[in-house]
């Protein structure tokens, strides 16, 4: 066996399989730790996925936008990053494109992302 899937799957992340499917255009809230000194903390970041990238789990990357205070903020996160503790699908976006570096040049309504519709129809019962 090659050396570096040995090495790969000795600091696997377990917790990779439990994150939910998700694509550009999603908007999601990943909840980072922080470490500041000795003490440690919890910080969600919540934005839209503007690229999926890196074909191994390994090299895996995903890039969040949101916008804050009217200043646009990036951040990349590594999927094996032992320092995700979970990440959460807020809503499923509508794009025709892999990678939306055009949001970064829109504000307002039109930095707007359509949502999908979900096939599932709740049924109410009636009682």
């Known amino acids: 066996m090659d ?18 499917k998700f694509k550009a255009g999603d908007t999601i ?13 919890l910080q969600k970041f ?10 191994t789990p390994t090299t895996k990357t995903f890039t969040i936008r ?12 590594p999927f094996e990053s032992p320092f995700i503790d979970s990440i959460e699908l807020n809503k499923v976006g509508k794009v025709r ?7 970064r040049n829109l504000s307002g309504k039109k930095a707007r992302i359509k949502e999908k519709k979900s096939g599932l129809i709740k049924e109410e019962t009636a009682e």
Do not use: C, H
Not at 46 to 55: E, K, N, S
Not at 66 to 77: L, Y
Not at 97 to 103: H, P
């Open 3 to 20: 050396l570096m899937k040995v090495v790969e799957q000795a600091f696997a992340n377990e917790k990779v399989a439990s994150y939910p």
């Open 29 to 41: 809230t990943v909840t980072y730790r922080i470490k500041e000194g000795d003490k440690e903390r």
């Open 46 to 55: 919540r934005g839209v996925v503007i690229q999926l990238r890196g074909a």
């Open 66 to 77: 949101k916008v804050s205070n009217g200043v646009g903020v990036e951040r990349i996160f």
């Open 97 to 103: 494109r892999a990678r939306i570096f055009y949001l």
